[in-house]
Structures are given as structure tokens and as C-alpha cells.
Nanobody, 126 residues
């Protein structure tokens, strides 16, 4: 299973960006999808998450500004980022967990899925 993230870029303070992340490849079922970010010299942090039922959670620093959503039919998660600040500058990564099914000796075997996207750079200028 591969995750392809897109939508990053350079934006001025107060601007908006929308990140997308699509999962593809194989037979899989996704439970939760999430966005992380990592700024230079800092640890990777969880920004937002959404489960299969649509429940969402956010880190305090983005509440009221970011919105996570998903399209289950497209196996895609989105992150709408508004009122961006310079401290939002980071590489953003998407993550999906769930299960993947593979044929082994003509039998379907279920494995846990924990996949990461390649990261997309978000830069907010002051």
C-alpha cells in the first residue's frame, strides 16, 4: 500500500493550503488516517486524525484553523489549513492504519497496515 501526499507549498501568513493523501495498491481496509508534521530540529508531531467513523482530533495549536476530512470511496484524507502561521512551517506526512489482505498459497492472509506518505513541504512566510 502506498500513500501519495500532495498540496504543499509556499504561502504567506494568514493564507490557506489543502493537503491531500491518497492510498493505493493492493487490497486493504483503512481504520484511521492522520497527518503529522516535522519542523527542522523538532520531533514529528501528530497534527490531526480521523477514524473510520469520522471522529476527528487535533493538536491544540491547530484547533479552529485546520480541518481533517476523508473520502472513504477514494481512500483519501485531506487537511484544510487556514490562517496559517510561520510556526506551521514543516514537512507534513500522512499516515494510514488498518489491515491489508494478501494471497499466500491461494489463501487470503490479513496483515496489519501502518503506512506513511512521502511528506510534503509547507512553508509559511512572515
Amino acid at each position: 500500500v502506498q500513500l501519495q501526499a500532495s498540496g504543499g507549498g509556499l504561502v504567506q501568513t494568514g493564507g490557506s493550503l489543502r493537503l491531500s493523501c491518497a492510498a493505493s495498491g493492493g487490497t486493504f481496509s483503512i481504520n484511521s488516517m492522520s497527518w503529522y508534521r516535522q519542523a527542522p530540529g523538532k520531533q514529528r508531531e501528530l497534527v490531526a486524525a480521523i477514524n473510520s467513523g469520522g471522529s476527528t482530533s487535533y493538536v491544540d495549536s491547530v484547533k479552529g484553523r485546520f480541518t481533517i476530512s476523508r473520502d472513504n470511496a477514494k481512500n483519501t484524507v485531506y487537511l484544510q489549513m487556514n490562517s496559517l502561521k510561520p510556526e506551521d512551517t514543516a514537512v507534513y506526512y500522512c499516515r494510514a492504519d488498518g489491515s491489508v489482505s494478501e494471497l499466500v498459497a491461494e489463501e487470503a492472509v490479513i496483515y496489519p497496515l501502518d503506512a506513511w506518505g512521502q511528506g510534503t513541504q509547507v512553508t509559511v512566510s512572515s
